[in-house]
């Protein structure tokens, strides 16, 4: 166990419709970054969040978007989902934005846009 | 966009034996990172080696770096049906500690 959380496991939606994950980061840990995995294919990076503002984001559109929280939890919102959005989500808290530093990754939210 | 490519896609193998999976990478990195997936769940950290390391191992893991063919290979010894999952080198190149995963090496090991 890494001691990262997700919630939910699994989520249906609808296209169009928008979209909550939660993360729960280990105690302490100031960076929490996000990547979605399509099916076959190696996790993506999407954004980091370190001291609750964004500090870095990979190449996916603004309807992606996210919150950190002092409490060390954190949100990935999507919004007007479409169907290549169906991925299994997946966060990950590292103590310091540090290049050297281990992520520990949460066990994912599998996300399925009908 | 992938950055690292492994390589096989999938090795199967039987109990016992080792496993050799490779990686490259096209730009300059900080480290490089290997990690297991069982079953399309959470990432777990294997083994990070620095750019300016060229072998590395934990228990049955070994791995090599060439920065100059921008290359690494995991070495798994002694393998077990535990160990099949799916492997994921990534490299970590920028300021900041994002990862840029490669597509990965589904590995079976049969009893």
């Known amino acids: 166990e890494t001691g990262v959380t997700q919630s939910p496991t699994h989520l249906i939606k609808t296209r169009g419709q928008q979209v909550t994950l939660r993360c729960s980061s280990q105690?302490?840990?100031?960076?929490v970054s996000w990547y979605q995995q399509a099916l076959g294919q190696g996790p993506q990076f999407i954004f980091q969040?370190?001291?609750?503002?964004?500090?870095g984001r990979g190449n996916f559109p603004p309807r992606f978007s996210g919150l950190q929280f002092p409490n060390y939890s954190s949100e990935l919102n999507v919004n007007a989902l479409e169907l290549d959005d169906s991925a299994l989500y997946l966060c990950?808290?590292?103590?310091?934005?540090?290049?050297?530093?281990?992520?520990?990754f949460g066990p994912g939210t599998r996300l399925t846009v009908l | 966009s992938q950055q690292g490519e492994e390589d096989p896609q999938a090795l199967s193998i039987q109990e016992g034996e080792n496993a050799t999976m490779n990686c490259s990478y096209k730009?300059?990195?900080?480290?490089l990172q290997w990690y297991r997936q069982n079953s399309g769940r959470g990432l777990v950290h294997l083994i990070l080696?620095?750019?300016?390391?060229r072998e590395k191992h934990s228990g049955r893991l070994r791995v090599t770096l060439d920065t100059s063919k921008k290359s690494s290979s995991l070495l798994i010894t002694a393998s077990r049906a535990a160990d099949t999952a799916s492997y994921f080198c990534?490299?970590?190149?920028?300021?900041?500690?994002?990862?840029?995963f490669g597509k990965g090496t589904m590995l079976l090991v049969s009893p």
């Open positions: 969040y370190y001291r609750e503002e964004e500090n």
């Open positions: 080696i620095r750019s300016n390391e």
């Open positions: 730009t300059s990195i900080n480290n």
């Open positions: 990950a808290s590292s103590l310091e934005i540090a290049s050297y530093n281990e992520q520990f």
């Open positions: 990534a490299t970590d190149a920028g300021g900041y500690s994002t990862l840029t």
């Open positions: 105690s302490g840990h100031n960076t």
